[in-house]
């Protein structure tokens, strides 16, 4: 699937703004789309750069002093926010910027692309937190969940912000 993505973010002439290293599905992703003539921005922070396992061959790479600040780069750099699955800095990203979705700090699409089934128990919690009435159940307008990557590209281009009610009323 990474793959797969990298190939149509390079094919729509998109640039991938990602966390900047050359493992895992992070590397397939950057690795696709510049294969397939895209562009790619690394944005790594140097406790991890440090580790050499910076995806060096980015246009541009990006080392940043912390954690935080690579966070809030790449959420200025970045149209468009896809999860990929991962470990726990993924979930922390992509629920950081679904919270300043919610907060109308950003009208920015948010995709979790659920590979076989990755995301199913975090999008459940989802949907206990509606029904205990912990969150509004209007919140479930703020991201995608694709169960592959073509519904990722199809929600894209239909992709309209939405008006909801605020999070206190």
């Not at 912390?66 to 726990?88: H, Q, T, V």
């Not at 992509?94 to 700090?105: A, D, G, P, V």
Request: glycine share 8%; hydrophobic share 40%.
């Amino acid at each position: 699937a990474a793959i797969e993505l990298g190939y149509l973010i390079a094919k729509r002439d998109y640039i991938l703004v990602n966390g900047g290293a050359d493992v895992g599905l992070m590397g397939a992703l950057a690795q696709s789309v510049q294969k397939n003539g895209g562009k790619v921005i690394g944005v790594i922070p140097k406790l991890i750069y440090d580790k050499g396992i910076a995806y060096e061959s980015a246009d541009e790479l990006i080392v940043t002093k912390d954690m935080r600040e690579r966070k809030a780069l790449m959420e200025e750099k970045a149209d468009i926010f896809i999860a990929l699955p991962g470990g726990f800095g993924t979930l922390e990203e992509i629920l950081e910027i679904l919270t300043f979705k919610q907060l109308r700090l950003h009208d920015k699409p948010i995709i979790f692309l659920n590979t076989n089934g990755f995301y199913n128990h975090l999008i459940n919690h989802f949907e206990k937190l509606y029904n205990e009435k912990i969150s509004k159940p209007d919140y479930r307008k703020l991201y995608c969940v694709a169960p592959n990557v073509k519904s990722i590209f199809s929600y894209i281009d239909e992709y309209t912000p939405i008006q909801f009610q605020d999070k206190w009323h």
